[in-house]
DNA sequence: GTACTAAATTGATCTATATCATTTTGGTGC
DNA sequence: GCACCAAAATGATATAGATCAATTTAGTAC
């Protein structure tokens, strides 16, 4: 699709899960199996469970549910990358998170209705398993381990939660950003020769929302990191160069 | 204990599980069932489960547990109020969450084991119960209701958790205290003649760590809401006069 | 290569809130 | 009633970061 030969800088991004992309049944079991709360099945378990999710694609941009729709399903990322945020009343949206693959996220409300409470979109082309939550809770009965795991995944989730809540309060924009970039590097990280690209097609507007701050903040932010060789950077792609200095400022 | 017929102002906080107090176990059985993740069980299985839990006095101020200690315990509040938080390197500290009694806390690591991310604090006098984590998971294989009411509930923290980082970002200090008020009132809120009472003895320190601002700030809050009639407030207790405005500030 | 456009940058203010420094006061113990 | 003291309030000032307003530029399409 891209025909590469221009020394022309483009973007450095793979285009992954591109239109028409279609999610093969190995890769749903494939990446189905990496989630930890299924890890520690049997592969004809799996195989079984497997059956019971639905695979969609998404283009980027997509909105995958929308804050305040019945929650209904389960949700599991197998390939690209899907953001959850809420919009406010008067137009400032808050990134919550952004998921790679093996993260869950949707509705875990097994018992009477509920409402997502914020929305989901694909922030690259992506594949999302979902699963409808009766067809879950039979699994939950079934294999209590899965239980168990994906207790320990929500409480690591409110605990990440919490820490973003510690940083928001006693942390300057700087150091949030880096931080940002650390936990993004972690997630989607792919090592170059002499820099590790983050392979997520993220704006800085996304960086704002994830920050707390401002576009025009997050900018400079980031002119800075770039002044300093820290990252390179261009539209909706960031490498990050020198991580340890990164790391420095998040530490103190 | 209190002689009260002084005209004097003292404090209108009652002197709640005070020194010397002890959980009885007709209170550990009633509280216990009240707490949502074991509403569903029939009488005669919940006295089994109340008697592998352990129940604790603390004075307030108390420590519970400590950040970086090892997590061995989930604990449940059964009278009084905890609170917990993270003390930061800068010695700031941020107050995640005041639990009332029916909330747990503490870890739900089930498998392999860990450290606790944050501190817990006796907000009051208070009774916790705790139970180890290896019976705790032998009550989860059990009763599998307990687990889907127990991923419900952390469900439901993260949420409240979100909703945190949604107001640090997007929300006003003053915006933020009116809400804290009402949650707290929800909480600890305890109706007299003309006003409701937080139930609960808590500094404008305590309030700033909970809204991400200052003392200083939040006295400033503090005494213009006291100013309009919003509120009426002495040291460390708070009774609120005009919910209505405190609504009609968080809303819009 | 050129044109085009949304993203990003940069600069100049403005402001909410932090910070620093006192003073005042609520509540208790005597 | 009076003394005491930490909590709370208040005032003056500083500042990080928001806001407003242009430019510049990266990347794409042709």
Redesign the interface.
Known sequence: MQVAMAKRKTTPLKDFAPDGHHCSLDLKTTKLGMVSFFQDLEQDVLDEIVKRFTATHYREGDEIYYQGDPAHYLRVVVDGAAKLL?Y?D?G?D?V?DILNPGSYFG?????GSDVY??SAEAQSGCCILSIGLKDF?EI??EY?SV??????M??E???S??????Q???ESVETRIANILLILTDKFGEVKEDKTLIQLPFSRKDLADMA?TTTESASRVMSNFQKEGIIETGRQWVAIKNIEMLRSIVEH
């Open positions: 809420r406010t008067e400032k808050v919550l509705s875990l409300k097994l018992l409470t914020e809770r939950l009965q209590p239980g168990i795991a994906i207790l320990e929500s409480a989730k409110l605990r939660s919490q820490e973003q809540i510690k928001l309060t006693t707390g």
